[in-house]
Nanobody, 124 residues
Framework: QVQLVESGGGLVQAGGSLRLSCAAS????????MGWFRQAPGKEREFVAA???????TTADSVKGRFTISRDNAKNTVYLQMNSLKPEDTAVYYC??????????????????WGQGTQVTVSS
């Protein structure tokens, strides 16, 4: 299992930007695909974006063109750059690791390790 710590959340106005970071422990970070999910109060956990071990990216339609996932294996860190933020982006954002290449990156149950989450609040 991998220890993950998210950071970078906060309160921003609509149209603003934030960059979330997820720092991973261990020496095998590069062997995991990584994903970002979010969960708003009373709602189901929602897929946001994922990046494979080779750098391939998948982004949810709701954030496509606004959010970009990236990774820096040398720093054991995955990022989520969020631009043009909307109030509906308000949620707790979680990063997670996916060990099995065959598993769908869109499913939360494909991921084995999760961070504690970081709150993103977008005001109108």
């Amino acid at each position: 299992q991998v220890q993950l710590v998210e950071s970078g959340g906060g309160l921003v106005q609509a149209g603003g930007s934030l960059r979330l970071s997820c720092a991973a422990s261990g020496r095998t970070f590069s062997s995991y695909a990584m994903g970002w999910f979010r969960q708003a109060p009373g709602k189901e956990r929602e897929f946001v974006a994922a990046i494979s071990t080779s750098g391939g990216k998948t982004t949810a339609d709701s954030v496509k063109g606004r959010f970009t996932i990236s990774r820096d294996n040398a720093k054991n860190t995955v990022y989520l750059q969020m631009n043009s933020l909307k109030p509906e982006d308000t949620a707790v954002y979680y990063c997670a690791t996916k060990a099995m290449a065959w598993a769908s990156p869109l499913r939360a149950d494909s991921y084995g390790s999760w961070g504690q989450g970081t709150q993103v609040t977008v005001s109108s």
